[in-house]
C-alpha cells in the first residue's frame, strides 16, 4: 500500500477512495488514514460495505 500511495502522490494525486466489506478490512484502511465517508448496512445475504478517502494534501 506504500508503494501504490507513492506512485499516487508522485503523479500528483490529491486523495485516494476506496469501498470495502465489513468482512474484509476497514479498520486496516482506517490504520492507514482512510476515513469513512459513507456506509451502506448489511441486509439479509449481504455485508456492510464502507467508502473510504484519504487526502494527500
Do not use: H, W
Not at 507513492?6 to 488514514?33: S, V
Amino acid at each position: 500500500m506504500n508503494i501504490a500511495e507513492a506512485e499516487a502522490i508522485k503523479r500528483g494525486c490529491m486523495i485516494a477512495q476506496l469501498d470495502t466489506l465489513d468482512f474484509q478490512a476497514p479498520r486496516f484502511y482506517q490504520d492507514l488514514g482512510f476515513n469513512i465517508i459513507g456506509t451502506v448496512p448489511k441486509f439479509t445475504g449481504s455485508p456492510a460495505r464502507y467508502f473510504m478517502m484519504k487526502q494527500y494534501i
